[in-house]
């Protein structure tokens, strides 16, 4: 008995190693299996097609650029641990050696996306495009290309956004980098590149040449008759009185018998200044100045008479007057002064929010804080729209103190204590649910359909998000430690004075023409264009009560803290 005992033990035992065996075998096999998928990534040999790897000559500081567009925080912190490994180690590196680890760095980038992989562009190009393929040119710190306003889209971009963006802009050149980024200008200022070297397609359509590391795939945009060009911000700045010798030190001055405000604003474009002054027959193209501020505005009428009288004399004087009024409009040109941002320079000890319901736009007061200021904000959250559209702070950790200040929504208590100060941006709710119900159904910049407006979703979304307008301000009113109170509708009707007081609260010294300049580009890219909204009222009565009743309240608690009330357009009607 005992020796068949004695067999059966031994035979347990080696079936337990057996298996232990085979379970150690399998954890082997398939680390080797994701060793093996990794390193064919890393090193797969060029197609016949495309160009060795360190052929392409590019800045190290190609790498700052690099991004992705991906919604979960964690995930991004593991890639960009790596990335940041990566930029450090090839300081460095002999020259040679850094290009080819950016080009397999910008290799395994657009291979995380989900989108169509990288290819080399044929030489032949089939794809439609509006404007005319100019070439590949050299685009890093020492030779920029194109040097006016740039779009990024990692994403969805083709080089039919690119040039649509460029067009209503102003520029008359628009050129794609990296397969994602939109750059324009109205000149070429660097020298020709190799066409293999933008050997990257665009990360919305196939086929179409968008680029390289360092290097721009360069579009003359279609071209229109004079008159006939449509542009995106523009903005009467006013009527301004100004003198002769002030008129003088203007970089660009244009003679035009048959001015129009039209070709005025089409003449600075050209030339890549913001601002057109004309009186007609003359047409001055110039910078942002506090010659310009509002207090220095006259009348309208004063123009419109001076204008008649320079027409009644006829061409008898061809020069401007010791003194004249003259119109002063801005034009789709982003001022180079107030188009360079960054991080602080030194870590800031105070954490300073920048609160708001989604919907009440945070996303624009954002881009007016970083044009006023020069620095980027953060967010509680990561967004790739909006990293992908140049929140380079989307991908900054929100404690990491480099941010000027931090986007949230959140309204909870331990939430409210983690920041020092706060910015509560408050708005209208009916036009925050409004806003928030188009970004949900059609992301930052789009708009909701009949259908969606007609269906079950928006009676559920405002029983749910009406109550969140109003516990979001009453919480931050409650437990907020330092707070400014910012009504986005004043915003739009003061903008520079309520600038002035985000940047004091925010502890920034700003120029006037800085705030000229982000007046100048108020809108840019993240404003939703125009005020879409169903045929019928998407708000019943049962609807109105509710909302009516929560702005009651939030006015009450805003005059409890001794803050000014909302505005009177808010109170129920």
Known sequence: MVVPLSKLHCLLKRAQMLLLCLGIAYLMAGSILLLQRSTIRAAQPNPPSLPPLLSLVAPPAALGTAGIGMRARSRWAAIQAVSSGGVKASRNWPSSRSLGVQHLHRRWFHSLLPESPEQKVSQHRNSRHKGTYIGCFLHNASDRALGGTMLYDLRKMTSSLCQDTCSESGYQFAGLEYGAECHCGNRISSPQAPEEDCSLVCRGERGSPCGGVGRLSIYKVEEQLPGHRKFRNIHHRGCFKLMNSTIGTFPIHSFQPN???????????????????????????????????????????????????????????????????????????LDSRCKERMFLPQRSSSLVALSSFPGAGNTWVRHLIELVTGYYTGSFYFDGSLYNRGFKGEKDYWKSGRSICVKTHESGQKEIEMFDSAILLIRNPYRSLIAEFNRKCAGHLGHATETQWDSKEWPEFVSSYAPWWASHALSWLKFGQRLLVVHYEELQRALLSQLRLIAAFLNITITEERLLCAQSNQDGHFKRPGAQRPSFDPFTPEMRRMIDSFILTVDQALQSRNFSGLPQEYLPR
């Open 259 to 333: 001015l129009t405000t039209q070709s005025c604003i089409e003449t600075c474009t050209d030339k890549e200044l913001p601002l057109a002054v004309l009186k007609k027959p003359h047409c001055f193209c110039t910078w942002t100045s506090s010659l310009f501020s509002i207090k220095q505005q006259s009348d309208k009428q004063q123009c419109a008479e001076s204008g008649t009288l320079n027409h009644t004399a006829g061409s008898a004087s061809t020069a401007p007057a010791e003194s004249d009024h003259y119109q002063v409009y801005h034009t789709p040109v």
